[in-house]
T-cell receptor, first 114, second 113 residues
Framework: AQKITQTQPGMFVQEKEAVTLDCTYDTSDPSYGLFWYKQPSSGEMIFLIYQGSYDQQNATEGRYSLNFQKARKSANLVISASQLGDSAMYFC???????????FGTGTRLQVFP | IAGITQAPTSQILAAGRRMTLRCTQD?????MYWYRQDLGLGLRLIHY???????GKGEVPDGYSVSRANTDDFPLTLASAVPSQTSVYFCASSEDIETSPQYFGPGTRLTVL
């Protein structure tokens, strides 16, 4: 069965520093997609970044980048130059390309302090 | 502004009552989804629909039903609510493209007493 694991319940980072949020996944399918979402205290789920299993390069979107290590089955999110507004829950998710379903991890709460 | 709307924003419901959570999207996405979010468990898929007229069961479908009469609407019904269905419910939609993310509605906070 497919599974997403986020082992860090909470993380702290100082403003302007970089932080890495861990995500490992388990699947036997050769084709899959990996997503990161941000959920601020207001509750909405905001899409951040996508990485496909066949992508040769790590995905980047502004200050967000995805450290994709296929052999280790990890897809860590790197946030550079953290801002106070980055404080939120972050969820890693995997998409089954056959069924189109998203499977979510339990999330990591990031707190950015001045 | 294009997106997904959900109603109600929040609801307190007596156990045993029937409740329908509404979800409407104006992005013409074929695929729609319902998730519940519980503390420590992340988001879990309840039901999904790949296109109008079709639905499928997700990870936690028991006690819930859905319908997809048209592209835009995807209501979720609790036929007889129980306290364990207290949760935050998110509706989402996506395009038929492998790289397309799912876009989420603002959520409905449901409390069953």
């Amino acid at each position: 069965a497919q599974k997403i694991t986020q082992t860090q319940p909470g993380m702290f980072v100082q403003e302007k520093e970089a932080v890495t949020l861990d995500c490992t996944y388990d699947t036997s399918d050769p084709s899959y997609g990996l997503f990161w979402y941000k959920q601020p205290s207001s509750g909405e789920m905001i899409f951040l970044i996508y990485q496909g299993s066949y992508d040769q390069q790590n995905a980047t979107e502004g200050r967000y980048s995805l450290n994709f290590q296929k052999a280790r089955k990890s897809a860590n999110l790197v946030i550079s130059a953290s801002q106070l507004g980055d404080s939120a829950m972050y969820f890693c998710a995997m998409r089954d390309m056959d069924t189109d379903k998203l499977i979510f991890g339990t999330g990591t709460r990031l707190q950015v302090f001045p | 502004i294009a997106g997904i709307t959900q109603a109600p924003t929040s609801q307190i419901l007596a156990a045993g009552r029937r409740m329908t959570l509404r979800c409407t999207q104006d992005m013409r996405h074929n695929a729609m989804y319902w998730y519940r979010q519980d503390l420590g468990l992340g988001l879990r898929l309840i039901h999904y629909s790949n296109t109008a007229g079709t639905t499928g069961k997700g990870e936690v479908p028991d006690g819930y039903s859905v319908s997809r009469a048209n592209t835009d609407d995807f209501p979720l019904t609790l036929a007889s609510a129980v306290p364990s269905q207290t949760s935050v419910y998110f509706c989402a939609s996506s395009e038929d493209i492998e790289t397309s993310p799912q876009y989420f509605g603002p959520g409905t906070r449901l409390t069953v007493l």
